[in-house]
């Protein structure tokens, strides 16, 4: 079984998020991918206590599959181990280490905001570097995050420019976050021109695109700037959220 095969099996399994996509996989050892296999093997037959010891020893070993599943089984507290925020932190490092872009991205966000509970400090700096290994990958998330972090001067220094580039490639992944700050920096005109339209277009792109939350944070920007909105231009921002859409593949 394949590395991406037996990470969908084992999240199906668990009911986590084990995507792989984008990831380039260091080539762990030999015993390591053999743990592994023993892990994913005793999982199958019910036993966890076993396959969590194999995945351990296999992460070790540099099994960047292994330290992914165990980061998400210690960050949920589920598959037989205690939640643990340390212990996740510990197989996220390896994960990203060994190129899984997931685990970057996670990684980059404790770093943006630090964690005292394991001893964690606020690392601008580590969070960048974290978003930009996992932007290798070309993941949406991660180029929103780099988007902010040049827009706010954390890390780096402010380059509005260089953030809209980073926000305009993470909206084309039609990532509703990404939409969603175009559709304010457009309303507030920081470092672009004020459009109300455009505006009001990208919003509305938040809104068709995003999940539960972040429709819902789409519409808290929707209802901060209702007010501002002339007769005629919400028409105008659907057609120009319309067009957007049909330029970028349609649906």
Same mark, same amino acid.
């Given at each position: #079984?394949?590395?991406?095969?037996?990470?969908?099996?084992?999240?199906?399994?668990?009911?986590?998020?084990?995507?792989?996509?984008?990831?380039?996989?260091?080539?762990?050892?030999?015993?390591?991918?053999?743990?592994?296999?023993?892990?994913?093997?005793?999982?199958?037959?019910?036993? #966890?206590? %076993?396959?969590?010891?194999?995945?351990?020893?296999?992460?070790?070993?540099?099994?960047?599959?292994?330290?992914?599943?165990?980061?998400?089984?210690?960050?949920?507290?589920?598959?037989?181990?205690?939640?643990?925020?340390?212990?996740?932190?510990?197989?996220?490092?390896?994960?990203?280490?060994?190129?899984?872009?997931?685990?970057?991205?996670?990684?980059?966000?404790?770093?943006?905001?630090?964690?005292?509970?394991?001893?964690?400090?606020?690392?601008?700096?580590?969070?960048?570097?974290?978003?930009?290994?996992? %932007?290798?990958?070309?993941?949406?998330?991660?180029?929103?995050?780099?988007?902010?972090?040049?827009?706010?001067?954390?890390?780096?220094?402010?380059?509005?420019?260089?953030?809209?580039?980073?926000?305009?490639?993470?909206?084309?992944?039609?990532?509703?976050?990404?939409?969603?700050?175009?559709?304010?920096?457009?309303?507030?005109?920081?470092?672009?021109?004020?459009?109300?339209?455009?505006?009001?277009?990208?919003?509305?792109?938040?809104?068709?695109?995003?999940?539960?939350?972040?429709?819902?944070?789409?519409?808290?920007? #929707?209802?901060?700037?209702?007010?501002? #909105?002339?007769?005629?231009?919400?028409?105008?921002?659907?057609?120009?959220?319309?067009?957007?859409?049909?330029?970028?593949?349609?649906?």
């Amino acid at each position: #079984m394949t590395v991406r095969k037996s990470l969908a099996v084992l999240a199906a399994a668990f009911g986590l998020n084990l995507a792989a996509t984008g990831a380039v996989f260091a080539e762990p050892s030999y015993e390591a991918r053999a743990a592994y296999d023993r892990g994913v093997a005793a999982q199958q037959a019910g036993d #966890m206590e %076993s396959a969590v010891t194999e995945w351990k020893e296999a992460a070790k070993g540099g099994h960047t599959g292994a330290a992914w599943i165990l980061a998400n089984l210690y960050d949920k507290g589920v598959g037989g181990v205690s939640k643990s925020e340390a212990q996740a932190y510990e197989y996220l490092l390896i994960a990203a280490r060994g190129g899984q872009p997931a685990a970057a991205v996670r990684l980059g966000e404790i770093y943006l905001e630090g964690n005292e509970r394991i001893g964690l400090k606020r690392n601008y700096a580590q969070a960048l570097k974290s978003f930009e290994a996992a %932007s290798l990958a070309q993941r949406a998330d991660a180029q929103y995050y780099i988007s902010l972090m040049h827009r706010n001067g954390w890390g780096t220094p402010v380059d509005r420019t260089e953030s809209l580039r980073w926000l305009l490639l993470a909206a084309k992944k039609r990532y509703a976050p990404a939409f969603a700050e175009l559709g304010r920096i457009h309303m507030e005109g920081e470092g672009v021109a004020k459009d109300r339209i455009d505006g009001w277009g990208y919003l509305m792109l938040a809104n068709r695109f995003g999940d539960q939350a972040q429709r819902a944070a789409a519409d808290e920007l #929707m209802e901060k700037y209702e007010g501002w #909105m002339k007769p005629g231009e919400k028409e105008k921002a659907l057609e120009m959220a319309d067009t957007w859409v049909a330029s970028h593949g349609g649906t």
